[in-house]
């Protein structure tokens, strides 16, 4: 695996440490878009999250056991370790954080070649867990910003939350027992600093995605509406993915509601 991604994981990581790092316990508690998670649920989630991939990374037999658990509340489990985590004093819910993504990172830095782990689907390579991660931990940063009222430049870190979104087309469909479109889709996206454009899918392509990869990547994270983003689909099935495209697994959410919607 590139040494380059999972810096970019530590990078993205460490942004997002940067906003709550200083906040006193009042900041902590602030509301974020998702509903009743505040920011220390949001880095709960993140603390638990990690954990649960260090330990696929380290010990098989161990995650087999933490699924089997995570079953018996199919619907609760996510929310009920966040809200776990939420109810430590922030110092301590920073360190876990920090320290578990630190051995996380370790792990990976250390996985043999070719290795795969279990994971709550199909089993992932050192890479794709790498990804996962960063994609949610830029996804779940853009919550705390957004409570914030802190505005993050966008980096070519993107690069990897639009792969998975684009890589995780068909899944959306799947997860609403929808049949996905038989052709692939060209999907084009303008890199942050406008100097480069991110293709994928056949050139060829009758459909296509097209427009910033910050509005890409905050509508397949479902960090955004569609109206308020400068994505834009030409054809039928290109336009109809828009609508329910999600990067990260589990249940279709609700995604956010558009601006200025009552």
Same mark, same amino acid.
């Given at each position: 695996?590139?040494?380059?991604?999972?810096?970019?994981?530590?990078?993205?990581?460490?942004?997002?440490?940067?906003?709550?790092?200083?906040?006193?316990?009042?900041? @902590?508690?602030?509301?974020?878009?998702?509903?009743?998670?505040t920011v220390a649920h949001q880095i709960a989630h993140l603390a638990w999250t990690d954990d649960a991939a260090l330990l696929a990374v380290t010990d098989a037999d161990g995650f087999t056991?933490?699924? +089997?658990?995570?079953?018996?509340?199919?619907? /609760?489990?996510?929310?009920?370790?966040?809200?776990?985590? %939420?109810?430590?004093?922030?110092?301590?819910?920073? /360190?876990?954080?920090?320290?578990?993504?630190?051995?996380?990172?370790?792990?990976?830095?250390?996985?043999?070649?070719?290795?795969?782990?279990? @994971?709550?689907?199909?089993?992932?390579?050192?890479?794709?867990?790498? /990804?996962?991660?960063l994609m949610e931990t830029w996804a779940h940063g853009q919550d705390v910003a957004d409570a914030l009222g802190a505005v993050r430049p966008p980096t070519a870190r993107l690069r990897h939350?639009?792969?998975? *979104? !684009?890589?995780?087309? +068909?899944?959306?469909?799947?997860?609403? &027992?929808?049949?996905?479109?038989?052709?692939?889709?060209?999907?084009?996206?303008?890199?942050?600093?406008?100097?480069?454009? @991110?293709?994928?899918?056949?050139? +060829?392509?009758? $459909?296509?995605?097209?427009?910033? %990869?910050?509005?890409?990547?905050?509508?397949?994270? $479902?960090?955004?509406?569609?109206?308020? !983003?400068?994505?834009?689909?030409?054809?039928?099935?290109?336009?109809? @993915?828009?609508?329910? %495209? $999600?990067?990260?697994? *589990?249940?279709? &959410?609700?995604?956010?509601?558009?601006?200025? %919607?009552?």
């Open positions: 695996m590139s040494d380059a991604l999972l810096d970019d994981l530590r990078d993205e990581s460490e942004e997002l440490d940067r906003l709550v790092a200083g906040l006193k316990p009042d900041g @902590w508690a602030t509301p974020t878009p998702a509903p009743r998670w056991a933490h699924v +089997d658990e995570a079953l018996e509340a199919p619907g /609760t489990f996510v929310d009920d370790g966040a809200e776990a985590g %939420a109810a430590a004093p922030p110092h301590e819910l920073l /360190t876990r954080w920090r320290d578990g993504r630190e051995r996380l990172l370790a792990a990976l830095r250390a996985a043999p070649a070719g290795a795969r782990f279990p @994971w709550y689907g199909p089993p992932m390579s050192a890479a794709s867990m790498a /990804t996962a991660r939350v639009a792969w998975i *979104g !684009v890589r995780a087309r +068909d899944y959306a469909y799947a997860v609403r &027992g929808l049949k996905p479109p038989a052709e692939p889709f060209r999907v084009e996206l303008t890199a942050p600093d406008g100097s480069d454009v @991110w293709a994928y899918g056949p050139e +060829d392509a009758p $459909q296509r995605i097209t427009g910033p %990869a910050l509005d890409f990547c905050l509508l397949v994270t $479902q960090r955004a509406h569609r109206d308020d !983003v400068a994505v834009r689909a030409d054809g039928p099935d290109a336009d109809r @993915w828009l609508d329910i %495209a $999600q990067a990260f697994a *589990g249940p279709a &959410g609700p995604g956010r509601a558009a601006k200025g %919607a009552s």
